[in-house]
């Protein structure tokens, strides 16, 4: 039989964690494969952990690693991938939201020979009109930015096939933006449809800053046309001001010039100052990305690892 571990990333979610366990462990025994769950938790400060270790001792397709500290989703998920080893790998997300009742779904087009099945919702419930924008503003500009087509509301919720988690496996850069890795692995890749619930429990750990920094890490991740704007920028202002101290250089030779200068100086070094400092900017952002890729940190550190009491070779219903 097939094996499939479900990596589930956790950051305090105690009070979501048992439903979640759950309704996952209904569907996986639904399932004809030989499933298991991953939980990471991702340096929790609340009960998340003992309620893990609770889940291990009751279920014993249960397995957890505990990272030392919290690293954020996207080395939470890339921990739990590392960990795997099975035939496929479904992320979702440990609030509910991705109803772990599509996984059968998910499955079945894995069979049917894809790689990489992708959740993409259909609406989104609990979401303010806000967020609904600025999630579509995103997905436009990373579209209109750059040649890896992240697919639209698509979160991280997917499964993997063994090929695709192998290729995956081998993208060890520092600033991760998984949505765009999962997609850049190519292989074959489809979407699944379904509705995004509101989060059951706790709250969610994204507010604006953090998720403008995604969306800044993304563009940045995976385009360099904000290094070509300002290239373009740059050339167009000299252009323009050669232009223009020619015509200040040719009006002075024939009309001769008494010193009412001051306000055209003023505007042309305000505005090259802009656009250098515009260039400094795009250039130190780069700069940054060099920087953390050359230091080449391990991405994460593992306080504890327990693998599931059951093998997925020995095949446990
Ligand atoms: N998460 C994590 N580390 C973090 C933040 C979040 O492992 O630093 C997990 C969290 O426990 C959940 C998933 O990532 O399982 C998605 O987080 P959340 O629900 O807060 O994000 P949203 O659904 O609002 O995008
Ligand atoms: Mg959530």
């Known amino acids: 039989m097939p094996s499939l571990t479900v990596v589930v990333p ?11 366990h759950d309704r996952l462990g209904r569907v996986l025994d639904e399932l004809p494969l030989d499933g298991n769950v991953l939980y990471v938790d991702d340096g929790s400060s609340d009960a ?15 397995g957890a690693i505990r990272l030392s500290r919290n ?3 996207e080395a939470a998920l890339t921990a739990g991938l590392d960990h795997v080893d099975a035939d496929a790998a479904v992320v979702i997300d440990a609030d509910l939201q991705d109803p772990p009742e599509l996984i059968p779904s998910l499955v079945e087009q894995w069979r049917a020979g894809f790689d990489v099945v992708y959740a993409t ?5 609990g979401e303010t009109g806000f967020k609904r924008l600025t999630a579509a503003l ?28 192998e290729a995956l496996r081998q993208l060890r850069e520092r600033q991760r ?15 699944v449809y379904y509705l995004r619930e509101p989060r059951q429990a706790g709250n969610t750990k994204w507010n604006y800053w953090r998720l403008l920094n995604l969306a800044i890490e993304g563009i940045t991740s995976f385009s360099t046309v904000p290094l070509r704007l300002a290239t373009w920028v740059g ?10 101290g020619l015509w200040v250089f040719g009006k002075a030779m024939l009309l001769g010039d008494p010193v009412h200068g001051y306000p055209s100086l003023m505007v042309v070094i305000l505005f090259l ?9 795009v250039i130190g952002e780069y700069l940054g990305r060099n920087y953390a890729e050359s230091k080449q940190r391990p991405l994460y550190f593992i306080d504890q690892e327990h693998p599931p009491r059951v093998r997925p070779e020995r095949g446990h219903r």
């Open 273 to 281: 100052g802009g656009v250098q400092l515009l260039a400094l900017g």
């Open 10 to 20: 956790a950051y305090n979610e105690a009070a979501v964690l048992e439903t979640f």
């Open 48 to 62: 998340t952990w003992p309620i893990i270790e609770g889940l291990m001792a009751r279920d014993a397709r249960t």
């Open 121 to 125: 919702r259909t609406a989104r419930a």
């Open 138 to 165: 995103f997905y436009r500009s990373m579209e209109r930015l750059s040649d890896t087509r992240v697919p639209r509301d698509t979160g991280d919720f997917r499964l993997l096939s063994r090929r695709a988690l």
């Open 71 to 73: 690293f954020g989703k």
């Open 235 to 244: 050339v167009l202002s000299s252009l323009l001001a050669f232009l223009y």
């Open 177 to 191: 933006f998984m949505k765009g890795l999962f997609t850049w692995i190519g292989y074959r890749q489809t979407a």
